[in-house]
């Protein structure tokens, strides 16, 4: 026989769900997803609700994080490097997609909403991207998605939020050719030098031939 048990999902609705404690419910990963590499909160006021568990796979666990003792509720997903973030989905515990932002480059992220259920976190949270750790400069102009190396959903009103999964989809940045990746953004191969796109450093020309800045292609390199 199945064992139950109810869950709050949801602070203001007051929304109960059951969970099949059978078995672990482990989601398989999607199409272009991001592996984070950690989670970090505001505030949660239990280790079993921390915010790793938004982000480890398993729909029967949650987290749970509130303002603490700031104005503003936030969570933060990091990823492990600059990435081009396409969209950011909520998914319950039953393993359909709740809520969903799309993002662009020329503003915070865009909830579609609804998703699986006709009440959604559009109206009460946040996404943005933000970069920590790396620069956005001269990087190559996109549509469609937004660089940064940080996802934040957040309240302002300090409520709290509940997520069983979040999962964040997009694209590892890259530099065009004749560029290489840095924590600074893209930078210009230097003489004599050279790369294709999507490379993180310049390959040296053969001894004896020469390019110029920002070569693309070792047919750059020419004899003087």
């Known amino acids: 026989m199945k064992e139950y048990t109810f869950c709050w999902i949801r602070e203001l609705a007051l929304i109960f769900c059951l969970v099949n404690l059978s078995g672990a419910y482990k989601r398989a990963r999607v199409s272009d997803e991001i592996v984070p590499e950690s989670a970090t909160a505001s505030f949660s006021p239990n280790f079993y609700y921390g915010p790793r568990y938004a982000i480890d796979l398993q729909m029967t666990t949650y987290s749970y994080t509130t303002r603490g003792y700031g ?62 750790d790396y620069k956005k400069s001269n990087l190559p102009d996109v549509r469609g998605c937004e660089y940064g190396d940080t996802v934040i959903l957040s309240k302002s009103s300090g409520a709290a939020m509940v997520f069983f999964e979040l999962v964040v989809t997009g694209n590892r940045a890259e530099c065009s050719a004749g560029n290489y990746m840095t924590g600074s953004g893209c930078r210009k191969c230097a003489a004599n030098t050279y790369s294709t796109d ?27």
């Open 71 to 132: 104005s503003t509720t936030w969570l933060k997903i990091h990823l492990d490097g600059l990435y081009c973030v396409k969209q950011v989905t909520e998914y319950a515990n039953t393993g359909y997609p709740w809520t969903v932002w799309t993002c662009n480059s020329d503003s915070d992220c865009n909830c579609s909403g609804g998703g699986y259920y006709s009440t959604s976190s559009c109206n009460t949270t946040t996404v943005s991207i933000h970069t920590e």
């Open 198 to 224: 999507g490379a993180s450093t310049c390959t040296p020309c053969p001894s004896g031939k020469f390019s110029p800045i920002g070569s693309t292609s070792s047919s750059s390199c020419k004899n003087e």
